[in-house]
């Protein structure tokens, strides 16, 4: 079984920061990409940012220059730190991890929960 397990979520008044933790636990053999993904009430889920084992990161376009991700190998932890944060980025946020529990494993998605983000005055 894999646990993937988010944490940080709250109200926050514009401008204001939030850091986002994701951990992922359980039978794990190897971490590829760990990520964040955003869905507004109303719209579509997209892809806030993501990094991969060889440090990649990929941001949506805009959330550049105000969040940044990071990773914990050790720990099997994503984090990721908003800064600046605007009315626009209110949304439940889901850590998403792709990861191989075995040697011979392709690779499988695992999400977590989701966590509420909520930016207003």
């Known amino acids: 079984q894999v646990q993937v397990v988010e944490s940080g979520g709250g109200l926050v008044q514009p401008g204001g920061s939030l850091r986002l933790s994701c951990e992922a636990s359980g039978s794990i053999f190897s971490i590829n990409t760990m990520g964040w993904y955003r869905q507004a009430s109303g719209k579509e889920r997209e892809l806030v940012a993501r990094?991969?084992?060889?440090?990649?990161?990929n941001y949506a376009d805009s959330v550049k220059g105000r969040f940044t991700i990071s990773r914990d190998n050790a720990r099997d932890t994503v984090y990721l730190q908003m800064n600046s944060l605007k009315p626009d980025d209110t949304a439940v946020y889901y850590c998403?991890?792709?990861?191989?529990?075995?040697?011979?494993?392709?690779?499988?998605?695992?999400w977590g929960q989701g966590t509420q983000v909520t930016v207003s005055s």
């Open positions: 998403y991890v792709i990861l191989r529990r075995v040697p011979s494993d392709p690779g499988s998605i695992y």
């Open positions: 990094t991969t084992s060889s440090r990649t990161t």
